[in-house]
């Protein structure tokens, strides 16, 4: 009895090598997939390292690049508390590359930063590269950088953020507030307002946190002298070496308020 003899024609062998090398780049690009690394917001909180999260901590560690703000001031030196936080971590500072944001109120070249450090971002993730981006504070508190992460959403790319300790948190330990208690209420507003807006605000009975207080230093001294019955509590540069806090009224009216500067009213 013969044995049977099985043969493949030349165009058989071809389209069977072809049908392979399909399924390997697909297999390939599946394995790209489940190798790529989410991009990981990470929230420094105000300012002392020793503020950040455990989880937050542990990103960074982890991190094969970490994007951090920075600013260029008048004389052109590189200014970034974000990058001063990591260093007091103790993070390896050949990891991190900085992007410059222009401080304007016309947003424009903000986005533009923006968007050039999304296309960075998706190309290190794309190397399956470890890509964490910071934010003081908390990342989703009063952060322009929700621009991009709201733009990775949009497009469907992986990202997580972890949680940070806000600035006015913080200042509440700092001078041993009872920030709210019971059934008071808490409004967070930015600077840009007026004296009679935040003297309307006052007199509802609620406490008030004012970020970004630079921007209202005569809406502020004024409503001092308006609300004599008022606690004011003055903080700036909380969380750094430099902090200071009063809640000294006199005191305060003598102040020019620098950027980073909040004020809890109660």
Not at 183 to 204: D, F, H, N, R, Y
Request: charged share 25%.
């Amino acid at each position: 009895m013969e044995k049977a003899v099985w043969k493949l024609s030349p165009q058989l062998w071809n389209a069977d090598l072809e049908s392979s090398a399909i399924f390997l780049t697909f297999a390939h690009q599946i394995i790209l997939t489940h190798m790529s690394y989410p991009i990981c917001f990470v929230s420094l909180g105000p300012g002392d390292p020793e503020l950040i999260t455990l989880k937050g901590l542990k990103k960074l560690r982890q991190a094969d690049i970490i994007y951090c703000p920075a600013t260029i001031s008048k004389s052109g030196q590189l200014l970034s508390r974000a990058a001063r936080i990591i260093e007091g971590l103790e993070i390896e500072k050949s990891v991190v590359q900085f992007f410059t944001l222009p401080m304007s109120k016309d947003r424009t070249e903000v986005w533009k930063v923006y968007d050039t450090l999304y296309e960075k971002a998706i190309s290190a993730r794309d190397k399956e590269k470890k890509v964490v981006i910071v934010a003081e504070g908390d990342a989703g508190f009063y952060s322009s950088i929700q621009y991009i992460y709201d733009k990775f959403k949009e497009n469907r790319i992986e990202v997580e953020r972890t949680a940070g300790i806000p600035a006015f948190i913080a200042a509440g330990a700092l001078a041993g507030l009872h920030i709210v208690k019971q059934e008071e209420q808490i409004i967070v507003i930015p600077g840009m307002l007026t004296a009679e807006e935040l003297s309307k605000k006052i007199k509802t009975g609620n406490v008030i946190v004012i970020m970004k207080l630079s921007q209202c230093v005569e809406a502020v001294h004024t409503c001092i002298r308006l609300h004599p019955e008022t606690n004011f509590h003055y903080f700036e540069n909380v969380g750094t070496g430099e902090e200071f806090y009063t809640s000294d009224r006199k005191q305060i009216q003598r102040k020019i308020f620098p950027y980073f500067s909040l004020m809890i009213i109660q």
